[in-house]
């Protein structure tokens, strides 16, 4: 048997052939597609790690919906908190397609094994942090989700879709908070350059780490995965939102922040690893509180599954 026949009548070195077909002609890999293992464990992982970040996400925010300042901001609030699980869910729907039940990455997450996104580990302390979340963190996730829309994975590209129309209107609303402590009083407008200086550093450790630290982007930006990566998205969020600072007269907390008219882009300080490192492995503010309300939630809502399974039998 030649070679050739040897790898024709392989089903693995077939799928590979159409997969690399697939990627190159720029159409998406869809769930019963022949997929490589490693590709199957990126996507898993990434799509998970996605949707826990959206559903802890809520948390931070969910801090504030008893103490909104009006009627108006509460139920805006609430609705973008249901958003969030509502992300959540089209995420977990588009994991499970790849063969992993919402079970086991719920349990991933309560046991450790998969992570959220390191920027819920820290606290919301001011009313304006809400501001803060909507503009830079819904923000920095628009950047990086604009991309996702055209990812390699047919479900996954899909689900970016509506939840990126959702993320503007709350990068929108976050911004129009802001501007509106920005032309309060003194003590508010005090209060959002506090909230811009807590938020703007783990805004920019979002994206992840540098391209040179990085496990899975070169392989990830192979499969089309990424089309970009985390320190390209860190640029483009860096150049569209310092304007933005400008406008509500607010100072990005970096001295090391200047325009290079020869780049066209804004150069900025360095970004602390030690710290984000230390929040991803467990170590921020809230992590340990984060995982508890979400393993209470998961344990107070057994009684409902039940149900829905008693039903559906
Ligand atoms: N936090 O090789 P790398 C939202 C990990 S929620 C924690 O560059 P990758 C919202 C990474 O997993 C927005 N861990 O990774 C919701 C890897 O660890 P392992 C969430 C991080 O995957 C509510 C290691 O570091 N968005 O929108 O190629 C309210 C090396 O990194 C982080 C998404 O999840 C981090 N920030 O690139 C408001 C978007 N960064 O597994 C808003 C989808 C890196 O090797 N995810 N790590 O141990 C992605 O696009 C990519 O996964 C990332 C990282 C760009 C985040």
């Excluded at 977990?92 to 790849?98: K, M, P, R, V």
């Excluded at 830079?136 to 939840?163: C, E, F, H, W």
């Excluded at 392989?219 to 998205?233: M, R, Y």
Aim: aromatic fraction near 10%.
């Amino acid at each position: 048997m030649t070679v050739t026949d040897a790898t024709s009548t392989d089903p693995s070195a077939v799928g590979q052939a159409r997969f690399d077909e697939l990627l190159a002609d720029g159409r998406k890999v869809e769930p019963r597609d022949w997929m490589p293992d490693e590709y199957r464990k990126t996507m898993i992982r990434q799509i998970a790690q996605h949707a826990h970040s959206e559903v802890i996400g809520q948390q931070p925010e969910g801090n504030w919906i008893t103490r909104a300042p009006s009627l108006k901001r509460k139920s805006i609030l609430m609705a973008k908190v249901q958003d969030e699980a509502g992300h959540g869910l089209y995420l977990y729907s588009a994991a499970e397609t790849l063969g992993v039940s919402r079970d086991e990455l719920n349990e991933m997450l309560h046991s450790g094994r998969q992570k959220y996104s390191s920027i819920f580990n820290y606290p919301t302390l001011s009313w304006s942090d809400m501001g803060a979340v909507g503009w830079l963190v819904d923000g920095a996730a628009i950047t990086n989700q604009v991309m996702l829309t055209r990812t390699s994975y047919g479900p996954y590209a899909r689900a970016m879709i509506k939840i990126c129309k959702e993320e503007s209107f709350h990068q929108r609303q976050g911004f129009e908070i802001m501007l509106t402590m920005v032309n309060g009083t003194a003590e508010q407008k005090a209060m959002a350059q506090d909230s811009l200086n807590r938020w703007w550093w783990p805004a920019l450790a979002m994206f992840g780490p540098p391209d040179a630290d990085s496990t899975h982007t070169t392989q990830s930006i192979a499969w089309g995965i990424k089309l970009e990566t985390n320190d390209q998205l860190r640029q483009k969020f860096v150049d569209m939102t310092v304007p933005q600072a400008e406008y509500l007269g607010l100072t990005v907390p970096d001295p090391d922040l200047r325009w290079n008219d020869e780049t066209g882009h804004y150069e900025f300080g360095a970004i602390d690893w030690d710290d984000f490192w230390a929040v991803v492995k467990g170590d921020g503010p809230c992590n340990r509180e984060r995982i508890a309300h979400k393993v209470k939630a998961w344990e107070d809502g057994a009684w409902v599954r039940e149900a829905g399974r008693a039903h559906a039998e």
